[in-house]
């Protein structure tokens, strides 16, 4: 008898072990969800409908399907003939999307090593489905580098190379760091943990909020007043390279800004998964 009882406490451990999970899963997801609409984008749950709330905030009842099975990203429709620069290539699932750990990007350039970088699927789900995605459909795939803005990132992703291109749809903000709020009890000479350490990778959209393909892999460290990028992971290897990139003088671009590369910097390829073993980072950077 007292072995029965040990496997029905064990059992009945596991089961709310599973339930607390779930329940970290949904309020990790509402978080995320509520700081990501933002003004504006409220009107398009509105649209959306109930169908999309109801798997957003989903019961805790064990019997329903748990909120990671349910549509999980509410992807926009952009329209192409308003923007001749956007490039339709369908649209992101929005079931069955990656919650927890990273996913590897490799991008290989003309530029030296690959640059590799963990997309983080708990606190970027949408983000890095968006990437993802993208690259499945090559979207990045010969494509240059248009900007290196002078807040010290490299600005990729737009095959028209005007700042204005994307696919036909666009995801709203997930991970935007919060300025902290000043502190006159702050000591003399604190170092102060930028919003946007070197080596962030984060998703850039026009307007602000708009995320589509572009994205910037950061060579400075940033902490903007109003920060405004989703951040979707770092670099974990290639750092080499971005920082060589970084030192590319840039002229001016169509608009008059002092962003353009004075060198191409081209996307050979992109990809999201296992890094082939012809990309994996070597000791020495090519030219």
């Known amino acids: ?29 509402r978080r995320r969800v509520l700081a990501g609409v933002g003004s504006g984008v ?23 399907t748990d909120a990671a099975d349910q549509d999980l990203c509410l992807w926009t429709p952009q329209n192409a003939s308003t923007n001749s620069n956007l490039k339709d290539v369908g649209t992101p699932p929005t079931k069955d999307i990656p919650t927890l750990g990273t996913q590897t990007m490799t991008v290989t350039t003309n530029q030296g090593d690959p640059i590799v970088v963990g997309l983080d699927s708990e606190l970027s789900p949408c983000g890095t489905a968006d990437i993802t995605y993208l690259a499945s459909k090559k979207f990045y795939d010969n494509t240059d580098c248009h900007e290196i803005t002078s807040y010290g990132a490299l600005r990729c992703g737009d095959p028209s190379g005007t700042g204005l291109g994307g696919p036909t749809y666009s995801i709203y903000n997930e991970n935007v760091p919060t300025a902290p709020e000043p502190s006159a009890s702050a000591a003399p000479g604190a170092v102060k943990t930028p919003l946007y350490p070197k080596g962030t990778v984060a998703l850039i959209g026009n307007p602000p909020g708009t ?27 290639g750092q080499a390279t971005i920082d060589k990139i970084g030192k590319i003088p840039v002229s001016a671009n169509a608009s008059g800004d002092k962003v353009k590369p004075t060198s191409k910097i081209t996307i050979k390829t992109l990809t999201v998964g296992d890094a082939p073993a012809s990309a994996a980072p070597s000791a020495s950077t090519q030219s």
């Open 211 to 237: 995320n589509g393909s572009q994205f910037l892999i950061f060579f400075k460290d940033y902490s903007p007043a109003t920060p405004e990028f989703s951040i979707v992971g770092k670099v974990t290897g």
């Open 1 to 29: 008898m007292a072995s029965s009882r040990d496997r029905q406490r064990k059992l009945a451990r596991a089961k709310l072990d599973r339930q607390m999970a779930r329940r970290a899963a949904r309020q990790r997801r």
């Open 42 to 64: 409220a009107v398009l749950l509105i649209v959306a409908g109930i169908a999309w709330i109801g798997g957003a905030f989903g019961s805790d009842d064990d019997d329903k």
